[in-house]
């Protein structure tokens, strides 16, 4: 599936994003659509009701359609994916409260919802309109008993269909963010122990990949938790000499090593299946520290100006943001621009270091950013709370004394 994934989108990426119809149509020979699960990394525009949104500018401003609720100034890794596969993939409004508008598109949907976890709980805080991955997978649910088949209507050419199409997950960050650190709002961080609760996330996760596959899914992408503790959101980079918060980073490179072993473990019983691990946690770390080496000029500030709107640290509304969008790391204090993400995805398509199989995936390579032994450090609770505390203290600075 590396293979797969690289002539799919090599012609799109080496032309600038500018490649032709034809070259598209080529790539994009054989792969029937593109399925979305996840959280605002990937959100398309269906954290509507939700008090967090995207739906005003800067957000979208540099996106054929201003303020789409794309969580960045213009494309998002699953767009990037989608135009990849020539396909118009459609977002949760149109299927909940638009029905008799989705018309017969067969090329598939983005369930994503801003703050959404894995855990049922997760994200409740910013509403109750927020999506879950339970959720995401109950709507693809109603998509395969109820819309696809009104579409495709032989059984044997449906599970063929959902056999050729590329799943995209990208979601966990959410779980520690606005969960497992937020002890002023959730029991978890008393409850589980660093390691504990992976394992927690893994168990559901596992519950949820094996609920895709029931329902014909077989080509799954899964894009690791990014090193968040170097991310503005959490840290003031004038702080703490410039560096990340290792602590934070810490927990999310375990997540990204336990994904893998779970992986492995399910990957037997599922027959059929390829798994391709998306390793951005490392790239990202190495954008922050290494800028000059992709073309970027300011891994520290966000592009936007940003206030606190609903418990998150988004945009200020019809500001104007940087004029050096192609050359920033960071959107706001928690996306990526879309230049950070065509960088992402061209190291994705053309180095297997980055996206990889699980035969060739080197989970010691998966903690701390950097190669080296894989270490599993156990938190405590009192740890956990610490830690809690000091990213409470960064949100702080950030919003109040930058």
Not at 289 to 316: F, H, I, M, W
Not at 367 to 391: C, D, E, Y
Request: a negative charge.
């Amino acid at each position: 599936m590396e293979k797969f994934l690289h002539l799919l989108c090599l012609p799109f990426i080496l032309s600038s994003l500018e490649s032709t119809q034809a070259q598209l149509l080529a790539a994009a020979k054989g792969v029937q659509a593109l399925y979305v699960f996840g959280d605002s990394i990937v959100d398309s525009g269906n954290s509507l009701n939700t008090l967090v949104n995207a739906t005003y500018l800067p957000y979208g401003c540099d996106f054929p359609s201003p303020a789409s609720g794309r969580f960045t100034n213009g494309k998002t890794i699953a767009d990037i994916l989608s135009l990849c596969l020539n396909v118009s993939v459609l977002s949760i409004p149109l299927w909940a409260s638009e029905k008799d508008k989705r018309g017969t598109t067969i090329a598939g949907f983005n369930y994503a919802s801003a703050t959404a976890g894995l855990l049922p709980e997760t994200g409740r805080t910013f509403g109750a309109n927020v999506v879950g991955m339970k959720e995401q997978i109950d709507l693809f649910n109603e998509t395969v008993e109820n819309y696809l088949p009104r579409q495709i209507n032989n059984a044997e050419v449906l599970s063929k269909y959902l056999s050729k199409s590329i799943f995209v997950i990208s979601i966990g960050s959410n779980d520690y963010l606005y969960n497992y650190l937020q002890p002023q709002y959730y029991t978890t961080s008393r409850q589980y122990d660093m390691d504990e609760f992976g394992d927690l996330l893994m168990l559901e996760l596992e519950k949820h990949l094996k609920a895709l596959y029931s329902l014909g899914a077989r080509k799954m992408v899964f894009f690791e938790l990014g090193p968040i503790g170097c991310y503005p959101l959490v840290v003031k980079r004038g702080e703490q000499n410039g560096k990340c918060l290792q602590q934070l980073n810490t927990m999310l490179a375990v997540f990204n090593a336990k994904l893998y072993y779970m992986l492995t473990d399910i990957a037997s019983s599922l027959e059929g299946t390829t798994f391709i691990v998306a390793q951005t946690f490392k790239l990202i770390y190495d954008m922050v520290e290494n800028p000059s080496k992709y073309g970027l000029n300011d891994t520290t500030n966000s592009c936007c100006a940003v206030e606190q709107k609903g418990g998150r640290l988004l945009c200020v509304p019809e500001t104007n943001p940087c004029d050096e969008r192609k050359s920033t790391l960071f959107w706001d204090k928690f996306h990526l621009t879309e230049a950070a993400y065509n960088i992402v995805a061209y190291k994705c398509l053309n180095e297997s270091s980055v996206c990889t199989s699980l035969e060739t995936f080197e989970p010691e390579k998966a903690v701390s950013g950097q190669p080296g032994r894989l270490s599993k450090p156990i938190f405590s609770v009192f740890n956990t709370l610490v830690l809690a505390i000091m990213i409470s203290v960064s949100y702080f600075v950030a919003n109040f004394c930058s």
